[in-house]
């Protein structure tokens, strides 16, 4: 029995390992992808004028910027798309121009990241949140934004990946 039992314990440890070290790399590769659900992800800055903005937090800060789309100056921290050092990405936003969000704030907006922004924005109107603006394409490349007005009347963004439009 003892050795019959030993050898069968090493049979099921050496495919154990085999498939911890699968299921880790999974894992691993879920924990990646899902990292930044629920944090906040970007900023926006609004801005009047976004000349002026960007000569302001160039000087003050040493912000560099890619001229993204009109009326959208994006900043990111360090470079490009998910920072390798402590920080993140954001823009300045022209608050006149509602193509890409709500016009309604003159306040720094937040933009959090989630696995699906239709099921988030279910989540906001239950907990008595209302929907600013709904789910609206970016870009294919870039992904979702929505906005919502907490129940303090501070208006968020959401943000959801494009590989995770898939599923909703």
């Known amino acids: 029995g003892g050795a019959g039992g ?16 699968a299921e880790d790399a999974a894992a691993d590769k879920a924990a990646a992808e899902t990292e930044w659900y629920g944090k906040v992800a970007h900023f926006d800055l609004p801005a009047k004028d976004i000349e002026r903005a960007k ?13 993204w789309m009109p009326g959208y100056a994006l900043t990111q921290a360090p470079s490009g798309n998910e ?5 993140i990405n954001g823009g300045i936003v022209d ?11 003159t306040t720094t ?7 699906d922004i239709s099921a988030t924005l279910a989540k906001v109107k239950k907990a008595g949140g209302k929907v600013v ?3 609206f ?18 208006i968020v963004g959401l943000f959801q990946d494009p590989e995770a439009s898939a599923s909703s």
């Not at 394409?137 to 501070?154: S, Y």
């Open 6 to 21: 030993a050898g069968g314990s090493a049979k099921a440890k050496k495919r154990t390992r085999r498939d911890a070290a």
């Open 55 to 67: 000569t302001f937090y160039a000087a003050a800060l040493g912000w560099t910027y890619q001229q």
């Open 83 to 87: 920072p390798t050092t402590p920080g």
């Open 95 to 105: 608050i006149t121009d509602t193509t890409h969000g709500p016009a309604t704030t």
């Open 109 to 115: 907006a937040v933009h959090i990241r989630v696995k």
């Open 133 to 135: 603006k709904d789910k």
């Open 137 to 154: 394409l970016i870009a294919p490349t870039i992904g979702f934004n929505a906005f919502f007005k907490d129940t303090e009347g501070t």
